[in-house]
T-cell receptor, first 111, second 114 residues
Framework: GQNIDQPTEMTATEGAIVQINCTYQTSGFNGLFWYQQHAGEAPTFLSYNVLDGLEEKGRFSSFLSRSKGYSYLLLKELQMKDSASYLCAVRDNTGFQKLVFGTGTRLLVSP | EAQVTQNPRYLITVTGKKLTVTCSQNMNHEYMSWYRQDPGLGLRQIYYSMNVEVTDKGDVPEGYKVSRKEKRNFPLILESPSPNQTSLYFC?????????????FGPGTRLTVT
């Protein structure tokens, strides 16, 4: 089975940097996704990591350490529109494309 | 426009009245999936489909049925809805099963069963 842990809620200030952590335990790892979800809307894809290291996409970066079962999403130059929930999802290799989602981290960006 | 559509977006129904939530994608994706999202529990997979006529159970399949007769459509059927199926439902699709393919989500269907 899989277990994914994320902080429930975080707050940060506009223009700042925030790091959202995700730890996971899985019987077989085959990739980790980060999604953004605004309240009442569909999740949208942010990043994908399957190898150790940092993936950078503009203001967003995601890091993975497979040996530690750990990932983080780094958001730079925070904007008000970044207020949303951030979902960590892990795919295991025991089922095709089976994604298991964490409960999400709600980020509130204040002026 | 490439998208996943769901209908209806909102539905209030009564216990035991059969309903179907439709899902359609126009991206020729092989893989489709249904999730439900509940406060404190996150997104949980109900059923998924690898391709036409190939479906399998996810983590919470009880009380749901699906079918995949055409590539683009993946309806979710609740034969006898109960109040514990009140939830926000998302359909998702991706090009195919396999490493690295992100899932594209529909706009969601908010279902209330009284």
């Amino acid at each position: 089975g899989q277990n994914i842990d994320q902080p429930t809620e975080m707050t940060a200030t506009e223009g700042a940097i925030v790091q959202i952590n995700c730890t996971y335990q899985t019987s077989g790892f085959n990739g980790l996704f980060w999604y953004q979800q605004h309240a009442g809307e569909a999740p949208t894809f942010l990043s994908y990591n399957v190898l150790d290291g940092l993936e950078e996409k503009g203001r967003f970066s995601s890091f993975l350490s497979r040996s530690k079962g750990y990932s983080y999403l780094l958001l730079k130059e925070l904007q008000m529109k970044d207020s949303a929930s951030y979902l960590c999802a892990v795919r295991d290799n025991t089922g095709f494309q089976k994604l298991v989602f964490g409960t999400g981290t709600r980020l509130l960006v204040s002026p | 426009e490439a998208q996943v559509t769901q209908n209806p977006r909102y539905l209030i129904t009564v216990t035991g009245k059969k309903l179907t939530v439709t899902c359609s994608q126009n991206m020729n994706h092989e893989y489709m999936s249904w999730y439900r999202q509940d406060p404190g529990l996150g997104l949980r997979q109900i059923y998924y489909s690898m391709n036409v006529e190939v479906t399998d159970k996810g983590d919470v399949p009880e009380g749901y049925k699906v079918s995949r007769k055409e590539k683009r459509n993946f309806p979710l059927i609740l034969e006898s809805p109960s109040p514990n199926q009140t939830s926000l439902y998302f359909c998702a699709s991706s090009p195919r099963a396999g490493q690295g393919f992100e899932q594209y989500f529909g706009p969601g269907t908010r279902l209330t069963v009284t």
